[in-house]
């Protein structure tokens, strides 16, 4: 009688096993990706902007952390085509993309193709030279990752925005938050409140590029109110 009992225990954790692994996979999405075959002493050359849409990483296991192997996060990168095809990719995020000390992309690597999946809001920045390079720290990719999984959660999507969602990232941080809006509204003013109903509006020089300077805070949990000229979006953050 104990032989059954035990195969079923056996049974019953290995469907555990793989429902973890296969049906609690985190991912994120990213709106802008860029490639390229063309590579020298970590430099990315000729890089041009992939033709699709649903770019997402999704993780080899059920948390990023997991995913680690030596100085990769490893996964997939899945998105539909321009011509309607669905791809995937399999490989690993190896580093970041930073220029003028702001985090732009992150290198995945699959085979000898080298995608740049671009943070969301920064997908303007479209030529990358030298000072690009990828800096190789998949703590850091981890921690972007993070973050953008949790602005996923918290506004259903990490899109820059073409619904009436108030998009925070990175999120938490520490000395400044990006957001994005309908790229077609003026943005009005954006204020502040703390936990306790205190609120600060940002002055102007404290927000350029729809960037907020956060780095006079208390450590704690806010909310930001951008208002435009059509309408006043909300969302929060955590400053540490």
């Given amino acids: 009688m104990k032989k059954p009992k035990r195969f079923a225990f056996m049974a019953f954790l290995t469907y555990l096993l793989f429902f973890n692994n296969v049906f ?7 709106n802008k990706v860029k490639s390229t075959t063309s590579s020298t002493d970590n430099q990315l050359n000729n890089t041009t902007t992939v033709s699709g849409s649903g770019f997402k990483f999704t993780s080899q296991h059920s948390t990023f952390a997991l995913s680690k192997t030596g100085n ?13 095809s669905s791809l995937n990719y399999a490989g690993a995020i190896e580093g970041t993309f930073t220029t003028s000390s702001n985090t732009i992309g992150l290198h995945f690597l699959s085979g000898n193709t080298h995608f740049i999946s671009i943070i969301p809001g920064a997908e303007s920045h479209d030529e990358f030279d030298e000072s ?12 972007i990752l993070q973050s953008l999984k949790q602005s996923s959660m918290a506004n259903n999507s990490v899109a820059v925005n073409q619904s009436n969602k108030l998009v925070i990232f990175l999120n938490p941080a520490s000395q400044e938050i990006n957001f994005t809006i309908p790229k077609d509204e003026t943005i009005e003013s954006i204020t502040i409140t703390d936990v306790n109903g205190t609120k600060t509006l940002v002055k102007s020089k404290d927000a350029t590029n729809n960037k907020v300077s956060i780095s ?18 909300v969302a929060n953050f955590t400053k540490y």
Avoid: M
């Fill in 24 to 30: 609690s996979q985190e991912s994120v999405i990213f």
């Fill in 72 to 84: 990769n996060l490893n996964g997939s990168l899945s998105f539909v085509s321009g011509n309607g």
């Fill in 216 to 233: 006079k805070l208390k450590k704690g949990n806010y909310s930001l109110e951008v208002k435009t000229q059509t309408t006043s979006r």
């Fill in 132 to 143: 690009d390079d990828p800096t190789f720290n998949s703590s850091v990719s981890e921690a």
